[in-house]
């Protein structure tokens, strides 16, 4: 089945939020090793077409510090292979479909949330802003949210498609007939994501990543990265 594996246990403190991923437990185990780290490679090749073209951005909101995306076309729901539901099943995480499972292997690996939206359900304008007095939207997990105006949100332009750095809205899910997705990579204000998830008790391994603060140096990385599983 290849799971066998040499077991490493970390005891970790709640100030080192660089060792909440793989590549920060490689760099921590270099330094007490005398090894060097060996980066993945996250070259691939893109089409001319350009997604500016299909997709409008607008940030309305100063509790977003980056927030970049892909689109990935012609794309095929299915199961993972064997090496990435391994690895995720090693960091606790249960495989679902190869586009959820890149997402979540992105962020075992760099410790950078992803978030991967069916781009016909999604539309052609993003705009990030604040939530509007009890805005609501209904959440992956099948459950009503009511916001407030100090949460963030990811809109298609009118309403909510993701309670941004928390969870994705349903109506945006990714599904075994989606043919093409925009990916999300992003880095917002970590006091803003604690309030919103303790407020809705959504506490995911997302928002805790966000709540310690992101490392934007390996954002676009990680991007390119998600991008070549793709490919």
Same mark, same amino acid.
């Given at each position: ?12 403190? #709640? ?8 590549? =920060? ?42 927030? @970049?995306?892909? +689109?990935?076309? &012609? ?16 960091? =606790?995480? +249960? ?20 978030? /991967?939206?069916?781009?016909?359900? @999604? ?7 604040? /939530? ?8 992956? &997990?099948? !459950?009503? %949210? ?17 309670? #941004? ?10 599904? !075994?007939?989606?043919? &093409?997705?925009? @990916?999300?990579? #992003? ?15 959504? +506490?995911?391994? /997302? /928002?805790? %990543? ?7 140096? %390996?954002?676009?990385? #990680? ?5 070549? @599983?793709?490919?």
């Amino acid at each position: 089945l290849e799971l066998d594996d040499t077991i490493i246990d970390f005891e970790l403190t #709640a100030n080192r939020a660089d060792l909440l991923s793989m590549l =920060g437990l490689a760099y921590e185990s270099a330094i007490v090793t005398g090894e060097s780290v060996k980066l993945p490679d996250t070259s691939y090749n893109e089409i001319k077409e350009n997604v500016k073209d299909k997709l409008t951005l607008k940030v309305d909101t100063d509790n977003v510090y980056t927030f @970049l995306l892909k +689109r990935v076309n &012609d794309i095929k729901i299915e199961e993972s292979p064997a090496f990435i539901k391994n690895r995720l099943m090693a960091c =606790g995480i +249960r495989p679902i479909n190869n586009a959820v499972d890149i997402t979540n292997y992105i962020l075992a690996l760099y410790g950078q949330p992803l978030h /991967a939206f069916d781009a016909q359900k @999604l539309g052609k304008t993003i705009v990030i802003r604040n /939530a509007k007095a009890n805005e609501e939207i209904v959440t992956l &997990d099948g !459950n009503k %949210r009511v916001l407030e105006q100090e949460d963030i949100v990811i809109t298609d332009g009118t309403k909510p498609v993701a309670i #941004a750095g928390v969870m994705g809205g349903l109506d945006t899910e990714v599904e !075994n007939t989606t043919k &093409d997705i925009v @990916l999300e990579v #992003a880095v917002f204000d970590p006091i803003s994501i604690r309030k919103t998830y303790k407020r809705l008790d959504l +506490r995911s391994e /997302a /928002a805790i %990543r966000y709540e310690k603060g992101i490392d934007r140096n %390996r954002v676009q990385q #990680a991007l390119k990265h998600a991008c070549k @599983l793709f490919k």
